[in-house]
């Protein structure tokens, strides 16, 4: 099967990068290698476009990370170690999809839980208890309090901070959702619907939209998967 001969140029505008990018690539084993002209030229073809197309597609899926170690795995000869690199994934995905419901309910369970239930320490917290108690460091609970997402009380005279029954509450639902790397203004839009009437349509949005996202992601992967199968099998045809 012939290769076509392709400049630089050529491979960036198929990609939506920059010439120079397409050079790193190459410099870094993420294209295969390309010989050179008498001047010292690189000579790209259909090659390292399938494979430039490939790592991009990985990349939206896997990561740039992984992507690169998958291409370079490739390019050492170790398919295996390629595959190996994809399935870990895969499962990681997954971990991710069972820890979204796991947490999901859990965050049911915080949110419909009454600052008066007995699983709720009834007496103040101040902040090295109450971060002991979530497994988090101090300066994680001063974070969240200057996001507005939390308001201590402060002890008269000494002016330590002071958690009661429903900022408890507050902050194992925080500290569940940055754990599932939602943003701390998402955040806030749970816990202002919460307080305001109780509501956990805000906590089911939330969780929605992380579900979504896990399916775009997993879409990629499958996207960057196929590419990477048409790159080595028409590398294989090619020989």
Do not use: C
């Not at 795995?73 to 991710?96: C, N, S």
């Not at 839980?113 to 208890?129: F, K, M, T, W, Y």
């Not at 002071?162 to 900022?167: F, R």
């Amino acid at each position: 099967m012939s290769r076509r001969a392709l400049r630089p140029i050529d491979l960036a505008r198929e990609a939506g990068i920059s010439a120079q990018q397409v050079r790193n690539y190459a410099d870094a084993g993420i294209l295969p290698p390309a010989e050179r002209t008498a001047a010292g030229y690189r000579r790209f073809d259909t090659r390292h476009r399938d494979a430039l197309l490939a790592y991009r597609a990985l990349a939206k899926g896997y990561g740039w990370d992984a992507a690169r170690s998958i291409m370079l795995a490739v390019h050492d000869g170790d398919l295996a170690g390629a595959l190996a690199l994809i399935d870990a994934g895969h499962a990681r995905l997954h971990q991710q999809r069972l820890a979204l419901q796991a947490t999901g309910e859990a965050l049911e369970a915080v949110a419909g839980q009454d600052p008066g239930d007995a699983a709720v320490p009834q007496s103040p917290l101040r902040i090295g208890q109450l971060a002991a108690l979530l497994g988090v460091r101090a300066s994680a609970l001063r974070v969240w309090e200057a996001a507005g997402l939390l308001t201590p009380r402060r002890e008269p005279g000494t002016g330590y901070r002071s958690y009661g029954p429903a900022e408890i509450r507050d902050a194992r639902m925080i500290h569940m959702l940055r754990q599932g790397r939602y943003p701390l203004a998402r955040i806030g839009a749970v816990l202002d619907g919460l307080r305001r009437s109780g509501s956990t349509e805000a906590l089911r949005d939330a969780l929605a939209e992380r579900r979504d996202a896990l399916a775009a992601t997993a879409v990629a992967m499958l996207e960057g998967s196929a590419r990477l199968h048409d790159y080595i099998s028409g590398a294989a045809q090619q020989g």
